[in-house]
């Protein structure tokens, strides 16, 4: 039982649909198609095919030809997950029913339904099931997740990025994050000081991004790769010395800085920033004028 396969090149294989033909009726089902095309290609040929169609009508269609065929195109389809309601958080915990490898293909996961009613829940099945996205990378759970308990919660270590709104305390949440050992980069508002155990260095010895409120960021990024600095509310003339004391003992340079100040200092604050910061390659700065904040986007080469 052979399958004739037009002579192409490699490289076209991967470029352009490729027809195959039978030149046997032998075959009696799908499965005999598809052990036959998988003896003719070797796997890792296959697999990047699968990656090169792209859209998920083309993979949803292929997943339809085999067992084979449907785990593998399901691993690609379930990459990047965005939830954006309850009913789409029912139906993709519906989805995950008996097909673990589909919770193991998640890379991307965006939670946000939405303020108003929660359903507690799907927040607990899904909270259990995150623990199972062992390639998960980028996690996002916004804000009608600030119940959720901190024992609830089990995040897999593979994770680089992380943006969380639950409000544990920061004990607590520090006690979380020193697990994540892979975490490059951090979205989330401390209430109050941070740790001291926090400060240490294994602890997130990997973060090269930050986003939070000056308090715990000056802790935080002492002594770690960060490059990348987002600072939530307005910092007052006052704080500035402490602010660029703590960029300035970051193990790396600071090549991304998003700020918000006040406008009658704008002037002060942009030659401070060029003094302080001699590596920085884009500037954002937001503008404070009695209650109206607005946001100025300036791109700028120092070096």
């Known amino acids: 039982m052979d399958i004739a396969i037009p002579s192409c090149s490699l ?38 095919i699968l990656n090169f169609l792209g859209d998920k009508i083309s993979l949803t269609s292929a997943a339809r ?5 449907q785990v593998e195109c399901e691993r690609i389809l379930y990459r990047d997950v965005r939830l954006l309601s309850w009913f789409a958080v029912e139906r993709f915990l519906d989805a995950m029913v008996k097909r673990i490898w589909r919770l193991k293909a998640v890379r991307l996961l965006i939670v946000n339904p939405g303020d108003g009613w929660t359903n ?9 099931s995150l623990s199972i996205m062992t390639n998960l990378q980028k996690l996002k759970l916004k804000r009608s997740f600030t119940f959720l308990k901190l024992e609830d919660l089990r995040l897999p270590s593979s994770l680089q990025s992380l943006c969380l709104y639950p409000e544990l305390s920061t004990h607590k949440m520090a006690k979380l994050l020193h697990e994540l050992t892979s975490l490059q980069f951090l979205d989330y508002i401390w209430d109050d000081e941070v740790p001291a155990f926090a400060c240490s260095m294994d602890f997130l010895p990997k973060l090269t ?17 960060v490059r990348r600095v987002s600072i939530a509310g307005a910092v007052e003339k006052n704080e500035w010395e402490r602010l ?6 970051s193990s790396s340079y600071i090549e991304d800085f998003n700020g918000y100040f006040l406008a009658n200092s704008v002037d002060e604050i942009l030659a401070a920033i060029t003094k302080e910061l001699p ?18 986007d300036v791109s700028s080469d120092y070096t």
Request: with cysteine; net charge negative.
């Open 209 to 225: 991004g930050i986003k939070s409120n000056l308090t715990s960021l000056v802790h935080i990024v002492q002594n770690r790769p």
């Open 279 to 296: 590596q920085l390659e884009t500037l954002k700065i937001g503008v404070v004028i009695e209650d109206i904040v607005s946001l100025a």
């Open 244 to 249: 660029f004391m703590a960029l300035n003992q």
């Open 65 to 69: 030809v085999s067992s084979f065929f």
């Open 120 to 128: 507690h829940q799907l927040v607990g099945t899904l909270s259990n």
């Open 11 to 48: 490289q076209s294989v991967l470029t352009q649909p490729c027809q195959l033909r039978c030149e046997s009726e032998d075959f009696t089902s799908e499965t005999d198609i598809t052990l036959a095309f998988r003896r003719s290609f070797p796997l890792e040929i296959i697999l990047h």
